[in-house]
């Protein structure tokens, strides 16, 4: 069972314009939600957060979506650069009965941004 | 301040065959947790330790282990190699308070399983 889903394997987008990444979770306990790029080769590293008590959060060219009632969070771009060329992952995570984080991935979305 | 290491980077071994994979969390984290990644899967999640102490498990077999020791470094072990094992192993350090903290990850082990 996938509880945190990202349906586009894969996304093109042009230099300058906004790239949006999508995904969608099933499990009602999320509370905290992150987003990691990872480039061939290195680990992931962690790009931006949001909590469920947000609905959004804005860091630079990134910002996060929340849509609660929806289970769904979206990652914008703006404006996409080359570099941004990676593979995003989202996560979500929340805090057990045992009083600490249990982090889920999705499978990832590969971003291309052409120049 | 350094980041997470993982040693070996890669890894060549032959089925029924067994591997030790190491990781040094950034100082001062001291939860670490281990993930495979193989293509079309994500980010699966093995195990995660904090202060020595196993506190949540993924869906893998007994074939993997892993321990951590108190300086918080771990190790992470898989017996029997099967070829469905070639993956990157990832390695991946927090503060783990009893807040969300996001993790730091190093750049894995390249497995692969012949």
């Known amino acids: 069972d996938q509880q945190v889903k990202q349906n586009s394997p894969s996304l093109s987008v042009q230099e300058g314009r906004i790239s949006i990444l999508n995904c969608d979770y099933t499990n009602s306990m999320f509370d905290y939600f992150l987003w990691y790029k990872k480039y061939p080769a290195e680990g992931p590293t962690f790009l931006i957060s949001i909590s469920s008590i947000k609905d959004k959060n804005e860091d630079g060219r990134f910002t996060v979506f929340l849509n609660k009632s929806a289970k769904h969070l979206s990652l914008h771009i703006v404006p996409s650069q080359p570099g941004d060329s990676a593979v995003y992952f989202c996560?979500?995570?929340?805090?057990?009965?045992?009083?600490?984080?249990?982090?889920?991935f999705g499978i990832g979305t590969k971003l291309q941004v052409i120049p | 301040k350094a980041g997470v290491t993982q040693t070996p980077r890669y890894l060549i071994k032959t089925r029924g065959q067994q591997v030790t994979l190491s990781c040094s969390p950034i100082s001062g984290h001291r939860s670490v947790s281990w993930y495979q990644q193989t293509p079309g899967q994500g980010l699966q999640f093995l195990f995660e330790?904090?202060?020595?102490?196993?506190?949540n498990k993924g869906n893998f077999p007994g074939r993997f282990s892993g321990r951590q020791f108190s300086n918080s470094r771990s190790e992470m072990n898989v017996s029997t190699l099967e070829l469905g094992d070639s993956a990157l192993y990832l390695c991946?350090?927090?503060?783990?308070?009893?807040?969300?903290?996001?993790?730091?990850f190093g750049n894995g082990t390249r497995l692969t399983v012949t």
């Open positions: 330790y904090f202060s020595e102490t196993q506190r």
């Open positions: 991946a350090s927090s503060l783990a308070g009893t807040g969300a903290s996001p993790l730091h």
């Open positions: 996560a979500a995570s929340y805090l057990n009965s045992g009083g600490y984080q249990k982090v889920t």
